[in-house]
């Protein structure tokens, strides 16, 4: 089955300056990559997702860039806020039947953004 | 909020009680989820329901035991717990488009649960 790394497990920044979550995957057949975010006594949010199709993908200060002959894939966020302060996890699945079934999700990144 | 509401928020049960969580969600979707979150570790598919039918059983202990009467709600019976099923429990739902569109999760906030 599929395995997420997700690196670092902590991440700690001042306001304004740039965070960068690292994940890998092993199954070479997914094509699905979504970010979630989870703030403090909430559920987590889905803030971003990229498909196999495409190697990059912004909204605003966030991306997330996605390396398939490395299996790897990244979340960037600039001009960091207090409000970026969350748990951020990465995840993986082969989309088609039903993806969200077969979604794997990392560990989970700690970021702390110092005002 | 996220449409998607659980109850209770928090609950403390001793290992010979029985307890159910509850999870509805207001935005129409047709999937339904049961997450496991344990400190350090990565959320745990539990259960999934689309169209109110079970389709994932992730090998989950007997010891809990779902419902989903409708599409709108989701139940986890909770029997003979042990301590180490002390977690957050995360309900979630999803618009499940076909074969090729995976949908959006949509989390609750959870149900904190301490097995004593």
């Known amino acids: 089955g599929e395995n997420v790394e997700q690196h670092p497990s902590t991440l700690s920044v001042q306001e304004g300056d740039s965070a960068v979550i690292k994940c890998t995957y092993s199954?070479?057949?997914?094509?699905?990559f979504p970010w979630y975010k989870q703030e403090l006594g909430k559920g987590p949010q889905l803030i971003i997702d990229?498909?196999?199709?495409?190697g990059e993908k912004k909204d605003q200060r966030i991306a997330v860039t996605l390396n398939k002959t490395a299996k790897h894939f990244s979340l960037h966020i600039t001009e960091t806020q207090p409000e970026d302060s969350a748990v951020y996890f990465c995840?993986?699945?082969?989309?088609?039947?039903?993806?969200?079934?077969?979604?794997?999700f990392g560990k989970g990144t700690l970021l702390t953004v110092n005002p | 909020e996220t449409g998607v509401t659980q109850t209770p928020r928090h609950l403390v049960m001793g290992m010979t009680n029985k307890k159910s969580l509850k999870c509805e969600q207001h935005?129409?979707?047709?999937?339904m989820y049961w997450y496991k979150q344990s400190a350090k570790k990565p959320l745990e598919l539990m259960f999934v329901?689309?169209?109110?039918?079970?389709?994932e059983n992730n090998s989950v202990p007997s010891r809990f035991s779902p419902e989903c009467p409708n599409s709108s709600h989701l139940f986890l019976h909770l029997h003979t717990l042990q301590p180490e099923d002390s977690a957050l429990y995360l309900c979630?739902?999803?618009?499940?488009?076909?074969?090729?569109?995976?949908?959006?999760?949509?989390f609750g906030e959870g149900s904190r649960l301490t097995v004593l």
């Open positions: 979630a739902s999803s618009q499940e488009w076909g074969f090729w569109e995976p949908g959006e999760l949509f």
């Open positions: 995840a993986a699945s082969m989309a088609g039947g039903g993806s969200n079934y077969k979604l794997t």
């Open positions: 935005l129409g979707h047709n999937a």
């Open positions: 990229i498909r196999s199709n495409v």
């Open positions: 199954d070479s057949a997914s094509n699905y």
């Open positions: 329901y689309s169209l109110e039918e079970r389709v």
